[in-house]
């Protein structure tokens, strides 16, 4: 019977693990040869591949054709080495990586791999993650799913520990990258990741980078000889580094012998206290992570429960000092830190993958989206209950969230600036995913072409995030004045359980989605940085979607109930377009209350023709709802309320009066009333009085069509006002019926 099995993919070393059905306990499956964990180098000698042991010795011994820490280059698609002629890239190598794993835990079991778990780095981008997918098909292998490292490991660690609303802070310090994950062990096995910081270029190698330049110092110093300079000596000297750093471990001082080209037998000696000190910065690096880890927790370092160590490189004495010394407790080290991944994922390979949770989206004071957690279930704060061991792995569950904010580069309101619209925020529970409508702005002979990047990351800036795709959405059809008035595209983006980004997008209402391809990155993307410029004059910028009043359109006016007395007139006119696009007609003169600092629009002194004048399109849909009492007002010195939308009039007083169709009049009111004017559908005109229809009439233009409101009678050189106005005007234009706001969220659909 075929076995699904668990991978720890690391980069120094990796492991592979199953669920025994027997014990229905996890255990880790020895390599060909005999050990528990395989390293993640490879040596190729005629052009074939070999691992283990001795691709380990190899490398130790600077021999020809090894190579190593590919995984942090995961994602990239630039050859990592040349060996013998072939260019391997990171992926290559995983693959060849992760078919030798396949191989030797198949003879070890003496049985075929059904399915495996994958782990990856929490901080891993979707590109890295989607690398590691193609590897490990590469490699023959079906991927049930990725997840996190530090959440492998607490699933391990949770089976025999378990401790219901405990906040477990995993300290992720392997070979090659760095993870702090905050986890939450909830009720019967939920387990839940509520934030993560990573950095996947950091890792035990740095350490051992330190310990190369102490040793080149101090051999130069001892011997005279620029021992750096020789690559020989160099590549000797750097094999020595693994073995210092763990004599290190055990003991204050490691003595180095070497033989110097040029000089001979020379020894120097390294002391705990030098390396550490030499190291401080590397381990700072890790303490402001797991900072940021808990101030985007809300959690303070005593709100930690336990700190769990995992990675090779924790067994570093400076690690466990370095947590104490931070948090006031010793960390948990008594898993084994090479084994608690694999053996986490080899529990997640007998689960079934999570569904698609809602958006949960919280938007701060500052603007700023964020997850909501209060209704994702991701509360931090409640009561530890005691220690238990878990009946079963069946009660083990985890959800994992996003490492990343996922956005779009988009233009402002304005159209002069490019800035990331967060769609999906950095730590919400995956698999998620969130659709947006857009108004994109179709020409009849074009290829009409919609160019999203998707960014990730939190920052406004685009530059300052990491942009790992471009996609162009194609075969939009182009509809009946698209130019002017444009179509509706739905894009709907989502983080699948695996962390990696998808990208969909559907025209107007349709089922079908449209065809999209993924282009590469331009290498200078540095316009992003830059005002906008748009190089189609008379056309909306081609680059960047755009979200909010610059495509929608929606609301033109609103006004509240205002009543003015002694308001001195003042010269007021900086209104240099109209958000509509459409004509537009304000009189330089303009009112400020000092009530409350409310403007009003619209006053010109010398006719007394108070209010908002439009012209619009005739296919753009328009209406105007207001309350009506027009007892209250008092022109000066005298006058009439009115009121246009195209053939649809009204001229009131203070007494009421006829609401018109088209010449002729299809209500009368009274002082009193509730009035809606509506024009849609390109000429089909509504008029409603206290919510019933009163009259309708289609009536298409072909030209503009004028939309009107305001107070006006005779002439008159008065400074001063004093009258009420009517409240709750609301003037409303909408590009198409069924788009009531372009930037607002809409229906997601499965992929």
Sequence with gaps: MAVSVGIDLGTTFSAVAYVDPQTKTPKIIPNSEGNKITPSIIQFINGKPVFGSEAESAFAASEPGCVATFKRNMGKTDVYCTIDGTPYTAEDLSALLLRHLKEDAEAELGDKIKDAVITVPAYFYSPEREATLKAAAAAGLKVKKIIDEPNAATMAYGLNNWRENANILVYDLGGGTFDVTLTRMGKDGELTSITTRGD????????????????????????????????????????????????????ETAKVTATILDYGVASVVITKKEFEERTKDLIDRTGALCQAV??????????????????????????????FNMFGKKPITHVNPDEAVALGAA???????????????????????????????????AVIKPLKKLSSIGLLSLRETTAHAMGIVAINDEGNRYYNEII??????????????????????????????????????????????????????H??????????????YSYDENGIIHIQARQGYAEVDLPIRKDDVPSNISRFGQPVVNDQPGQKPSLGLQLGRGVSHNVVHKYKAITFSNVEWKKYDNIAFHPSGAAFNEPSVHIIANEKAIEFHGYNVSA????????????????????????????????????????ITASLNENGGQIRLDGETVVKVGPKFKLKMSLTEGGHYKVYTNGKLAGSKVKPSMGGIDVCFGLAHDEHCCHILSHAYISNISMKQRMNQNMEDDSSETETWES
Excluded at 479 to 492: A, H, L, P
Excluded at 616 to 643: L, M
Aim: hydrophobic share 35%; aromatic share 6%; charged share 25%.
């Design 200 to 251: 996947y270029y950091l890792g035990g190698r740095d350490w051992d980078d330190r310990i190369e330049i102490i040793l080149i110092e101090k051999f130069a110093d001892e011997t005279g000889i620029e021992t750096s300079s020789n690559p020989i000596t160099k590549a000797m000297i750097r094999g020595l580094t693994e073995g210092v750093k763990k004599q290190l471990s055990t003991m």
């Design 294 to 323: 808990l101030e985007e927790a809300e959690l303070s370092l005593r709100d930690v429960t336990d700190v769990l160590l995992v990675g090779g490189s924790t067994r570093m004495p400076q690690v466990s000092q370095y947590i």
């Design 347 to 381: 529990i997640q390979a007998t689960k079934e993958n999570e569904s698609y949770t809602k958006l949960s989206v919280q938007v701060m004071s500052d603007g700023k989206k964020v997850t909501d957690r209060a209704s994702s279930g991701l509360s931090t704060r």
């Design 424 to 477: 999906i925020p950095a730590n919400h529970p995956r698999p998620v995913r969130a659709a947006k409508r857009f108004r994109f702005y179709t020409l009849p002979k074009s290829k009409n072409e919609l160019e999203i990047y998707v960014l990730q990351g939190d920052s406004m800036n685009p530059l300052d995030c990491v942009i790992p795709y471009k996609y162009v959405v194609t075969g939009i059809q």
């Design 479 to 492: 509809v009946n004045k698209g130019e002017k008035i444009g179509t509706v595209i739905r894009v709907q």
């Design 608 to 647: 007394m023709d108070e209010g908002v004048s439009y012209t619009i399109n005739a296919d753009d849909n328009f209406e105007i709802e207001c309350d009506i009492n027009t007892s209250t007002i008092q022109p000066h010195p005298g006058g009439n309320v009115k009121i246009t939308l195209g053939i």
